[in-house]
T-cell receptor, first 111, second 112 residues
């Protein structure tokens, strides 16, 4: 398996634009997580899904953030409209039992 | 909710020496404690984990200890090598909960 695949790896966008981050979890995994990493706040869990159903979205910072998992092999995290303070590295991770496998991340820069 | 504190934030050790990173957690119901290593430009990768029914676990040069009473756990790396240089994160998770709460990370530098 190629592991958790995220796209794009880098995204630079202007304030106010919509940004969509994509994630393909490891085949067979039933849990998917979206994390945000910044110097100030470290690794924060934004939302996680179990069997494609959102279980805990308490970490989603604002209504500007939304996440979907239409099927077991694909998830998106959308920010609309984006703001400079959204600049961070966004990680997707998936798991079947205990171990969470992380993707390479998407570095988002909002200017 | 769970709160995980990690110390130190940076650590430099001479190659061949040992490194120790410590974490404390707040939720006594937490029962799974993984350690992740993050190299530059990559996602975190699990290096070792421990469950609350075990006090110590070892895998070659890496070991983790858990003190449930004091609610703290530690990562020990012996015979450090340059490739051990990275950021290390501890985490904690409660029973029946998928949610991992991470510490703030330790940047470990191995001095050749």
């Amino acid at each position: 398996d190629a592991g958790v695949i995220q796209s794009p790896r880098h995204e630079v966008t202007e304030m106010g634009q919509e940004v969509t981050l994509r994630c393909k979890p490891i085949s067979g995994h039933n849990s998917l997580f979206w994390y945000r990493q910044t110097m100030m706040r470290g690794l924060e869990l934004l939302i996680y899904f179990n069997n494609n159903v959102p279980i805990d979205d308490s970490g989603m910072p604002e209504d500007r953030f939304s996440a979907k998992m239409p099927n077991a092999s694909f998830s998106t995290l959308k920010i609309q409209p984006s703001e400079p303070r959204d600049s961070a590295v966004y990680f997707c991770a998936s798991s079947l039992t205990s171990e969470a496998f992380f993707g390479q991340g998407t570095r988002l820069t909002v200017v | 909710g769970e709160n995980v504190e990690q110390h130190p934030s940076t650590l430099s050790v001479q190659e061949g020496d040992s490194a120790v990173i410590k974490c404390t957690y707040s939720d006594s119901a937490s029962n799974y404690f993984p350690w992740y290593k993050q190299e530059l430009g990559k996602g975190p990768q699990l290096i070792i984990d421990i469950r609350s029914n075990v006090g110590e676990k070892k895998d070659q040069r890496i070991a983790v200890t858990l003190n449930k009473t004091a609610k703290h756990f530690s990562l020990h790396i012996t015979e450090t090598q340059p490739e051990d240089s990275a950021v290390y994160f501890c985490a904690a998770r409660g029973f029946g909960n998928e949610k991992l709460t991470f510490g703030t990370g330790t940047r470990l530098t191995i001095i050749p």
